[in-house]
């Protein structure tokens, strides 16, 4: 297969083609090349190409119009929308489709497409779906779902995930039952955004439901389903289920085996998330950067600073992977909880973290909890050259301060800090918990 470039040139010479035999008075051809340059994102010649048309159908409107939503040119999206609508062409199910999907004033496309009676047609039901739930308004998205009188599998998927985004589980799982009752089988697509929030909320019975769904439903357990069922275990604090899950999956690929590595870890079992990483090469699956992130991070967290180095090390000289600031950040983390701080503040400075304020607010959260005062007052002059202020900073350091008991450096620190910025209301933080009986 040619690569982007090499296809763009031939698509090119296949136009010139065109224009030497005289076949742009084939509208097909032309809403050809009108696709083949927007996929290519070269917007400005596909509108050529379409000014240039004596005669355009819908599939000419629909690929401009779909080319700018991809481009992420709402404005004119809209106007060549706005163009086809004056046009004596009509407007169909996909230019309004595409225009839902560009984020341009839902009320505005939802009322005509209420008033141009495609209100009813399923797909834009659920496009209209889709687009209330990232505007966080579940009450839209559900006022649209109830009022389309012909469902289907996307649409009603697309209403389980807006439920499920919006923290209401037991409405996501009424309307799987009533699908189940209709005689729609759910997907793996319908089970999966609800698993993900019965393990950021802790519902561990409606995440078991979930389960068995899939199982009654005959579901097979692919890298989709079964990496958000491991996730949705680990989180509930049930790493015994999750294993369960992973060795019943047929194909794991390194997604899986990661949410394992990343599951275990968080759980504290680090010398079972290394074990499996043992075991995840010898089955000759390839780690990502993402797989050791959660190495690190399991390291970091469990006190493993020898092993957690050798990791950062095989990550580079065994698998040829470049470190990214998180990795960076976690071994600094790795060495900060372990008291190597000197040796932290070195890797800090000799590698890209240099301008990273994270990887430095890691190292000073780590001054505070050693009492190292001395390298706490270095970290914090970077902080403030590299102009990246936090209020937090300063409570670091002066709890640093204060383990020493230096109650008029911390005096002196915070008269600088009200110079500085003014005191501000911050709003008070809550969790919550879901507690099974």
Known sequence: MPGDAEAASIG???????L??????VVSLRNVLCHFYCNCGSMVDARKVFEEMTERDAISWNTLIGGYARAEDVHRAVEM????????MDVNVTAVITLIGCGWRGDSVHGFCVKAGLSSDVKVAAAMVRMYVREGNVECSSKVFHETARRDLVLCNCMVDGYAKAGRIQDAMDLIDRMRQSGMRPSSGTLVGVLSACGSSGELPAGRRIHELAEE??????TTLGTALMDMYFKCGCPDEATAVFDAMRDKDVKAWTAMIMGFGVNGQPGAAISLFCRMEE??????EVTFLALLSTCSHGGLVQEGKEFFQRMVRHHGLSPSLEHYGCVIDLLGRAGRLDEAYELIRSTASWGDAMGWRTLLAACRVHGNVKLGRIVQAQLDAMGH????DVIQLSNTFASEGRWEEIARLRDLEEQKVSVENKEAGCSSIVVSC
């Open 283 to 288: 089955e000759g699956v390839a780690p990502n």
């Open 20 to 25: 030497r035999y005289g076949f742009l008075d």
């Open 389 to 392: 202020y936090h209020p937090s």
């Open 217 to 222: 439903a005959g579901l097979e357990l692919d």
């Open 12 to 18: 090119e010479q296949l136009h010139a083609l065109v």
């Open 81 to 88: 929308f706005t163009a086809m609508r004056w046009s004596e």
